[in-house]
């Protein structure tokens, strides 16, 4: 029998899917879950090499985007975070009767600097895939202080972002190694205009990795899109500003 991905599922409504970001798992949906599931069917699971999907392999953006749609619902919202929305977006791209709306949470369809777009600097992904060969548990713990990085809860977010990591089995070196690689790489803006689905954009003012200078910029080229700004909040708004995140998400759903 094929290894599958490790899906979970509660609640009842429409189908809500959850893609967690790079270096995570899907521990970083437990104060999340609880409350969107008491309005959706809400679906999460581990993407491939990571947590209790470490069994399964993936290649590439397609390879993961394919292995997720296997077990998705046949039609469902999609809600990614960081990493996790390029992979909501590329499936909505794909398989667009499969994907009714999408939310990306504090990511971006170009992480990377390019000319004339603000992103991370190509130094720190360098960096970061220096250190991950050498020491995992330091290259993720500076990860999650970049993600902090602003927040006026920053402590706390850290602690949960990292008791998420480690409440699950530690991801395997590919597929945090192709991770970095979709992060420097992939580049969705020249596909972004063949989206069909309500997209709503949601970002953290205070984001050290994705800009908030990119919000205006996709604004203004996919007027047909929306987007929030989580005024305090860094790059998990659904940890330090929980309520409000459900709140905005609830109400562009519904």
Known sequence: MTAQLDWHSEGQGHDLVLIHGWGMNVGVWQDVIPMLSQHYRVHWCDLPGYGDSGAIIATSLDEIVAQLLVQAPAEAIWLGWS????????????????????????????????????????????????????????????????????????????????????????????????????????????????????????YGRLDALVPIKTEPVLSA?????????????????????????ITVVTDFID
Request: hydrophobic share 45%; aromatic share 8%.
């Open 83 to 202: 990493l996790g929305g390029i992979i909501a977006t590329q499936a909505a791209l794909i398989a667009p009767q499969r994907v009714t709306q999408l939310i990306t949470v504090a990511s971006s369809p170009c992480f990377m600097a390019r000319t004339e777009w603000v992103g991370i600097q190509p130094r720190v992904l360098a960096n970061f895939q220096t250190q991950l060969v050498a020491d995992f548990a330091i290259t993720i713990e500076r990860f999650l202080t970049l993600q902090a990085l602003g927040s006026r809860t920053a402590k706390e977010d850290i602690r949960q972002l990292k008791a998420a990591v480690l409440s699950r089995p530690q991801p395997q070196l590919a597929a945090l190694t192709l991770g970095l690689t979709l992060l420097e790489n992939v580049d969705l803006r020249p596909s972004l205009n063949a989206l069909s689905q309500p997209w709503l954009r949601l």
């Open 221 to 245: 080229q996919y007027p047909q899109s929306k987007s929030y700004i989580f005024a305090d909040a860094s790059h998990a708004p659904f940890i330090s500003h929980l309520n409000e995140f």
